[in-house]
């Protein structure tokens, strides 16, 4: 993996505007709690992701890695974009059947192998993600890898959800 990642994360996926000003952001989570986004005025502007989340006391969901695999094992989606959107969807399936919704999630690590080309994108990720997540950004953050361990994958998202 290379050492690229930064603020710059969700880079395209939409301003994170909190409704308790600029600093904090809170969600109602699927199971009735809720987490906050927390976003220091002082640093840049999130764009796509929170500086940070926190979470009132709960279940910790540790999600595994997911790339664009279909039922039958195999990479689906010749680019980027449809990658992400079935990652994400992979991603989002395991996060229900542990009981977490969208608004559950906390963390979020994207490794890419061309982190140029998700830059080049982020406008139609960040589509994908208002599609399937909504408005709410986890902490989140892209790292540059060389490969993945399907050869043919160009995104894995890993996570974590707190459920209360």
């Not at 600029?22 to 640093?43: F, K, Q, V, W, Y």
């Amino acid at each position: 993996m290379s050492a690229e990642s930064g603020t710059s994360a969700g880079a395209g996926m939409g301003a994170q505007n909190g409704e308790r000003g600029a600093d904090t952001d809170t969600g109602a989570s699927a199971g009735g709690g809720e987490l906050e986004r927390i976003n220091p005025p002082h640093l840049a502007p999130p764009t796509g992701f929170s500086h940070a989340v926190r979470a009132a006391p709960g279940t910790m969901v540790f999600l595994a890695g997911q790339t664009a695999l279909d039922g039958s094992g195999r990479i689906v989606g010749d680019g980027i974009v449809e990658q992400f959107e079935r990652a994400l969807t992979n991603l989002l399936d395991v996060a229900a059947a542990s009981g977490a919704g969208p608004s559950d999630l906390a963390k979020l690590t994207v490794f890419a192998v061309d982190v140029a080309d998700y830059r080049r994108h982020a406008r139609d990720l960040g589509a994908v993600w208002k599609r399937l997540v909504g408005g709410a950004y986890p902490a989140m953050a892209v790292i540059g890898a060389t490969r993945l361990w399907d050869e043919t994958a160009l995104v894995e998202i890993e996570g974590v959800a707190v459920v209360r």
